[in-house]
């Protein structure tokens, strides 16, 4: 089974710039990546996701600032994040998503301050 580590959470000044990275233990060209987030007292919410074929979405709130990407040679996902807000303070999580699979990674803690 695929498992999966993020990495590059940290803290941030607000209308600063963060990039998380998601590597994958295998191959995983035919899976769905996606980011998702939880802030304290909140339920986990979409924030993009990128399919097999490269077709992205992304939530309403981070759309023109955060850019999901892939590089399936290196088994790794990636999220730019641009002109953080507090608001988007929160643990981001990976998923990995394939017919009835999906995993998720342990989390990264992204803090943005005023």
Not at 62 to 78: E, P, Q
Not at 92 to 109: H, I, K, M, P, V
């Amino acid at each position: 089974q695929v498992q999966l580590v993020e990495s590059g959470g940290g803290l941030v000044q607000a209308g600063g710039s963060l990039r998380l990275s998601c590597a994958a233990s295998r191959s995983i060209p035919n899976y769905a990546m996606g980011w998702y987030r939880q802030a304290p007292g909140k339920e986990r919410e979409l924030v993009a996701v990128i399919t097999s074929r490269g077709n992205t979405n992304y939530a309403d709130s981070v759309k023109g600032r955060f850019t999901v990407s892939r590089d399936n040679a290196k088994n790794t996902v990636y999220l730019q994040m641009n002109s953080l807000k507090p608001e988007d303070t929160a643990v981001y999580y990976c998923n990995a998503r394939f017919a009835t699979l999906e995993r998720w990674g342990q989390g990264a803690l992204v803090t943005v301050s005023l």
